[in-house]
């Protein structure tokens, strides 16, 4: 009887060793660099006048984080692009450009080498919530030099899409998808909890994501998500191509995330998106009339720590 006691208490202590939660949250280093790659694989269904039309982007980036200083849980980060490349397939051909090409012929490739190497600054908790983004218009700057042949609405339209692909909204969505994941109080292996975020790269889009602790060893943590995500604001337009545009559009999303168990960062995460609804171009003297766009878009995301 007693050594059955004893089984049965010690079979109580290990259950509550095991289930014993941990606040899990970014420990950063000042003076540290943290580097992330993300390749991003998107694919774009829409229907015009009846008529189905099919793209396919492949993006893939390489930014280094440098912690300059750390007040009251809040990281003081340096940020640059390292390498930036675009693949399209369009139904006219295929396109390609990248940071690294030395070819001033190709606009576009010369203009993301230009926004190589110009450091923005990011305040971040160790929630992994950005609270700040400044000086990200930096990586703009001068990118027109080289090429006075462009006229002021193609230097608009250009500068406009890659504000909406990198500019600070943008660069703080895309981020808070993979770091802004811990919860506000110590968890345990299966427990699950909400955060809520925004994505804004064009469409404005509010995401809802219910995280859960699948696995945790000495040197790394595994998250999962499954989100939902539905347009901001469905009134609202934006300029695209200098045509007023609306979206409504709603989705679902499903992340992995593994983390380094010391410092929070990401060491891989695997992101796949799928949003559907239509795109709205309002009455303008482009397009008399406007047009409703039937659209399914998905996102397939990969973001590695090298």
Do not use: H
Request: charged residues 25%.
């Amino acid at each position: 009887m007693k050594r059955i006691l004893n089984f049965v208490l010690a079979f109580i202590l290990l259950t509550s060793c095991q289930a014993q939660k941990e606040k899990f949250e970014l420990n950063l280093t000042k003076g540290e660099i943290y580097t992330q790659k993300m390749i991003s694989n998107v694919s774009i269904i829409q229907t015009m006048n009846g008529q189905q039309i099919n793209m396919n982007m492949s993006i893939n980036g390489k930014m280094t984080y440098k912690v300059t200083d750390i007040q009251n849980s809040i990281y003081d980060m340096e940020v640059r692009y390292e390498s930036l490349s675009m693949k399209m397939s369009l139904p006219n051909g295929v396109m390609e450009f990248s940071s690294e090409k030395n070819d001033e012929k190709d606009i576009f490739s010369t203009i993301l080498g230009v926004m190589k190497n110009k450091p923005f600054l990011v305040k971040m908790t160790k929630a992994g919530k950005v609270n700040e983004v400044k000086n990200i218009e930096s990586i703009f700057s001068n990118m027109f030099e080289k090429f006075p042949q462009l006229t002021d609405i193609q230097k608009q339209q250009i500068q406009s899409q890659l504000m909406q692909a990198y500019g600070e909204k943008a660069f703080k969505g895309n981020l808070e998808m993979c770091s802004a994941i811990f919860s506000d109080s110590p968890v345990s292996k299966g427990d699950k909890w909400i955060i809520k975020t925004k994505l804004e790269s064009g469409m404005s889009a509010n995401i809802e994501t219910t995280y859960e602790l699948k696995e945790v060893n000495d040197s790394y943590c595994l998250f999962s998500g499954a989100s939902k995500i539905e347009t901001a604001d469905k009134d609202a337009y934006i300029q695209s191509n200098g045509m007023p545009l609306k979206y409504d559009m709603s989705g679902t999303m499903s992340s992995e995330i593994k983390i380094n168990r010391k410092s929070g960062w990401v060491i891989e995460s695997k992101i796949n998106q799928t949003i559907k609804g239509t795109a709205q171009v309002k009455d303008n003297p482009q397009m008399p009339g406007g047009m409703t766009i039937p659209m399914t878009m998905s996102n397939e995301m990969t973001i590695t720590e090298k």
